[in-house]
Structures are given as structure tokens and as C-alpha cells.
């Protein structure tokens, strides 16, 4: 038996051949994009530092009318006072603010967080600062920390948020 034995069916049927290539090319491309996926959501560690000593505390006060409750910012700084398991809390909720001062007006989402997110998360800032304490209390003057998520965005979107932050550093924002 040669080696052409084999492959002498597939020369005389190349129209199930072709079936065939076609349907492994699609069957292996579509489980390479399932494991990126898993391996990108599922099992790649979180961007931050010591990512398996974080813990999310939610809401869980189901009000009736199909949403859920939220931590309150008194129920919050009860919780962080009297907290002696872990070593830093912080809360945050986001929201959807309209951004002016320069230019049009923008619709922007945006995270309202206490000031210690930061430092609870290990991150630090690639230019400029994180927030100080007092500058969460209720009265003190409004301070944004601009965030660029560039995780395989086009140069265009990133030079432009890129420049709209700049505009917007150390300027006060209406």
C-alpha cells in the first residue's frame, strides 16, 4: 500500500473534498474564536494588582419594581467603618452625566466613586493623579480622572480621546 491509496478518493470527488476543507476550516476557526473568548473573560487574571483579593459587595434589597436596591453612601461608610476583614472598601456606581465646557456637548458614562477606588484596586495613573481624600464629600469642588480604555481600539478613536483629554486636563468642566 502506497501513500496514494489514500488520498485517490478525495482526487475523485473534489467537490466533497472542498466540502470537506471547508467545513474543518470553519469548524476549527469558530473553536479558536470560543477559546479567545473564554480565555480572555474567563481565565485571564483581572488588570489589577492582587486580583484574587478582590471582592465585590452588591446591592441585594429587591425593591418590586424589577431593579435593585443600591448601597446608600451612609449604609457605605457604616460598612467601611466597622469592616475589620478587609483591608480597604470603596464604592462606586455608574451614570451617564453630560460633558460641556469646550466644544459641543458630549453624553459620557461615568463612575461616581469614593476617593480610595484607586488605591483599593492597586492602579495607578499613567499621567496626572487619582483622587484625595475629602474630595468625595458631599460640597467639595467636582474632580474627574479621565480613564482611555485603548484595548484594540483604532489609532483614530484613541488619538481623539487622547486629545479631548487634554482639553479637558486641569480645566474646569461644566
Not at 473568548?37 to 488588570?47: D, E, K, M, W
Request: proline share 6%; charged share 15%.
Amino acid at each position: 500500500m502506497t501513500l496514494a491509496a489514500p488520498i485517490r478518493p478525495f482526487l475523485k470527488s473534489p467537490a466533497t473534498t472542498l466540502l470537506i476543507i471547508a467545513t474543518l476550516a470553519l469548524g476549527i476557526g469558530a473553536n479558536t474564536a470560543i477559546v479567545t473568548v473564554a480565555n480572555s473573560v474567563l481565565l485571564r487574571p483581572l488588570p489589577y494588582a492582587q486580583p484574587h483579593r478582590l471582592m465585590l459587595i452588591s446591592g441585594s434589597d429587591f425593591n418590586g419594581d424589577g431593579g435593585w436596591g443600591r448601597f446608600s453612601l451612609p449604609l457605605y461608610s457604616t460598612i467601611a467603618e466597622q469592616s475589620r476583614s478587609f483591608d480597604g472598601l470603596a464604592a462606586c456606581i455608574q451614570e451617564t452625566f453630560n460633558l460641556s465646557g469646550h466644544g459641543d456637548p458630549e453624553q459620557v458614562q461615568a463612575v461616581r466613586t469614593t476617593w480610595n477606588l484607586f488605591n483599593v484596586l492597586g492602579v495607578h495613573p499613567a499621567a496626572g493623579r487619582t483622587f484625595s481624600p475629602g474630595e468625595d464629600q458631599p460640597g467639595a469642588a467636582v474632580t474627574l480622572v479621565l480613564l482611555i480604555a485603548c484595548a484594540n481600539v483604532a489609532s483614530l478613536l484613541l488619538s481623539r480621546s487622547l486629545s479631548r483629554a487634554r482639553l479637558y486636563a486641569g480645566r474646569r468642566i461644566a
